[in-house]
C-alpha cells in the first residue's frame, strides 16, 4: 500500500516538474520574441527621417560636411566631423609613407613635440571667443601646462636655447634642416655636460654657426655674432670648444658658398655671378685662396667679375653687403686678377694656354 503511495506521489512530483519546464521555455521564448521585436523597432527607429517631409531618403554629403534630404533637399545635420586624412594618396606606396599618428616629432623643441600645447587664442572650436571665466581658466591651464613641460633644469636650459637657435636662424635666413641640426649639436653638448661655465647663449651660437658650416650654406662669423646675444670672442671661444669636444667634422668654408647670396642681395645678372665662380675656381687653382678669408675672396670675386663684365658695381656696394673693408676687397681683387690671366679675362690661364 505504501509503495504504490509512493508511486503516486513520485508521478506527480515529475508531472509538475515537466510542467514547469514547459512553462519556463515558452516565457523564454516570449521573451526572445519581444527582444527581437523591440531591436528591430529600435532600428527602425533609428533611422533618419526628415523633419520636414518625414522622407528616409537622407545623404550624406563629405565634402561639404552636411546631411541632406534628397526629396526637399532640407539640410538636416551640418558642420559634420571629417575623420578622414588631409592628405590624397594615389597607391598603397604613398599610402604607407603618409599614413601617421600624431603630429612629427620635431628635435627643435626641448620635448621634440610630444606633449600637448594649449594655444593662446582666446576662441573655441567654432572661432567664438571665450567668456572672462573662460578665459581665466585657460590662462590657469596653460601656466600649469608649461610648469609640467619643463619640470626640470635640463628641460628649462634646452627650452631657453632651442628658442635662442630658432630666433637666431630666423635672423639670419637659415632652412629648416640646419635649425634641426643645430638642436642636435646642441643636445650633446648638453648630454655631454659642455655646459658649466658657459653661457647657454654662447653654446646656441657655436651651435648654430657649425650647423650652417656643416650643410654648405655658412655665414660669416660678423654675421652670426651681429645676431648673437654674446660677444664675437666668447662666441668664438665656445665654437672651437663645441667642434674639438664633438669631434664635428667640419671642412673649411668654400668662398663659392657665399657667392650666391651676395649676388642676391647687390641685384647683379647671372652672367657676372657665374664669372664670379670661375674666378674663385681659377683661385684654388692657383692656390691663391689658402690663408685667406673665403668671405673676403667672395667679395672680391664678385667686384673683379662685375669689372670684367662691364657691370657699374663699386667697392663700397660690394663692402655695404658684405661686411668686408674696401681695402681688403682691393687686396684681394688685384690678386684674383693676378690669378686669372688678364690677357684672357674670360678664359682663365688654362684657356689661355690652350688657345
Not at 531618403?57 to 539640410?75: K, P
Not at 604613398?94 to 601617421?100: A, H, I, L, Q, T
Amino acid at each position: 500500500m505504501s509503495d504504490a503511495l509512493h508511486a503516486r506521489t513520485r508521478d506527480s512530483t515529475e508531472e509538475q516538474e515537466r510542467k514547469w519546464r514547459d512553462h519556463n521555455a515558452a516565457a523564454d521564448a516570449t521573451r526572445s520574441e519581444a527582444t527581437k521585436r523591440s531591436e528591430s523597432t529600435e532600428s527602425e527607429d533609428e533611422t533618419l527621417h526628415c523633419p520636414e517631409c518625414d522622407s528616409a531618403e537622407i545623404v550624406t554629403d563629405d565634402e561639404r560636411g552636411e546631411t541632406v534630404c534628397a526629396d526637399c533637399g532640407l539640410v538636416v545635420d551640418e558642420d559634420s566631423i571629417d575623420r578622414g586624412p588631409e592628405w590624397r594618396a594615389f597607391d598603397s606606396a604613398e599610402r604607407d609613407e603618409k599614413s601617421r599618428v600624431g603630429a612629427p616629432t620635431t628635435n627643435l623643441m626641448h620635448d621634440k613635440g610630444l606633449s600637448t600645447n594649449i594655444g593662446w587664442q582666446n576662441k573655441d572650436a567654432y572661432g567664438n571667443s571665450l567668456s572672462s571665466n573662460q578665459r581665466q581658466k585657460m590662462q590657469r591651464l596653460r601656466t600649469w601646462n608649461e610648469r609640467f613641460r619643463t619640470r626640470d633644469s635640463k628641460e628649462r636650459n634646452l627650452k631657453q636655447a632651442l628658442g635662442e637657435i630658432d630666433r637666431m636662424a630666423s635672423a639670419l635666413g637659415l632652412p629648416e634642416n640646419v635649425r634641426e641640426t643645430a638642436s642636435v649639436i646642441y643636445r650633446r653638448a648638453l648630454d655631454e655636460e659642455l655646459l658649466p661655465g658657459r653661457s647657454i647663449e654662447g653654446i646656441a651660437t657655436a651651435s648654430l654657426h657649425a650647423a650652417a658650416r656643416m650643410a654648405q650654406v655658412p655665414r660669416s662669423i660678423d654675421e652670426v655674432a651681429r645676431v648673437s646675444r654674446v660677444d664675437e670672442d666668447e662666441f668664438e671661444r665656445a665654437y672651437r670648444y663645441v667642434v674639438r669636444e664633438l669631434s664635428l667634422e667640419i671642412q673649411p668654408a668654400d668662398p663659392a658658398e657665399y657667392v650666391p647670396r651676395f649676388a642676391s642681395d647687390l641685384d647683379i645678372p647671372k652672367e657676372t655671378e657665374r664669372t664670379a665662380n670661375e674666378l674663385l675656381e681659377n683661385a684654388k687653382r692657383e692656390n691663391v685662396h689658402s690663408g685667406k678669408s673665403p668671405v673676403g675672396l667672395a667679395a672680391a670675386a664678385l667686384y673683379a667679375a662685375a669689372q670684367l663684365t662691364n657691370e657699374e658695381l663699386t667697392q663700397a656696394d660690394v663692402s655695404d653687403v658684405t661686411d668686408i673693408s674696401e681695402v681688403t676687397i682691393r687686396n684681394r681683387y688685384q690678386e684674383l686678377l693676378e690669378a686669372w690671366d688678364l690677357d684672357s679675362p674670360y678664359g682663365g690661364r688654362s684657356s689661355a694656354a690652350e688657345a
